[in-house]
């Protein structure tokens, strides 16, 4: 099983550009939600993906756009970067059941720099 | 509003010390409560968690207790280890909500 796969690893981008990120949820699972973790931080909830809508949204602008495709798999768009974008962008996976969502797993996480 | 409170670190040990990393959440109802560790470079990986008062979760020697009457999540280990040094998230969450993450505890073991 290889568990939650995110990619890049890390990259740098300039202001004003745009990145997508992407990830690969763990076997079995349909829910993916995105998460900021600044640097001396703890992870921020982005959104949330399921049946390729966005079900749930925490509190970013819409420049943070995603889209989740029928295998399951999803992207992070982020639209005019700023500094304060630069942090670990953390993918997680989890299943769908009866009652509610099952623990979720999560990737190694994407390090956006933006310069 | 909803969230979590951890010790701040970074939080530097003796190997075998014991080690106490408190954690206090602000939830209504009866959420679910975890601990997580995230080593240099890496992701989150689940170290622990409880689901309903009273339950001690454990793992790799480290146990928390819910503790609905404090709204408390201790993370605790008797004897650390060099490799045990990371950073350690508490949080809390319910099915079919996101979840609510503390600043993370840092934790340097020197041999």
């Known amino acids: 099983d290889a568990g939650v796969t995110q990619s890049p690893t890390h990259l740098i981008k300039t202001r004003g550009q745009q990145v997508t990120l992407r990830c690969s949820p763990k076997s079995g699972h349909d829910t993916v939600s995105w998460y900021q973790q600044a640097l001396g931080q703890g992870p921020q909830f982005i959104f949330q993906y399921y049946e390729e809508e966005e079900r749930q949204r925490g509190n970013f602008p819409d420049r943070f756009s995603g889209h989740q495709f029928p295998n399951y798999s999803s992207e992070l768009n982020v639209n005019a970067l700023l500094l304060g974008d630069s942090a670990l962008y953390l993918c997680a996976s989890s299943l769908e059941v009866a009652g509610g969502l099952t623990e979720a797993f999560f990737g190694q996480g994407t390090r956006l720099t933006v310069v | 509003g909803d969230s979590v409170t951890q010790m701040e670190g970074p939080v530097t040990l003796s190997e075998e010390a014991f080690l106490t990393i408190n954690c206090t959440y602000t939830a209504t109802g009866y959420p679910s409560l975890f601990w997580y560790v995230q080593y240099p470079g890496e992701g989150l990986q689940l170290l622990l968690k409880a689901t309903k008062a009273d339950d001690k979760g454990s793992n790799k020697g480290f146990e928390a207790t819910y503790r609905k009457e404090t709204t408390s999540f201790h993370l605790e280990k008797g004897s650390v280890q060099v490799s045990d040094s990371a950073v350690y998230f508490c949080?809390?969450?319910?099915?079919?909500?996101?979840?609510?993450f503390g600043k993370g505890t840092r934790l340097s073991v020197i041999a």
């Open positions: 949080a809390w969450g319910r099915r079919n909500t996101p979840l609510v």
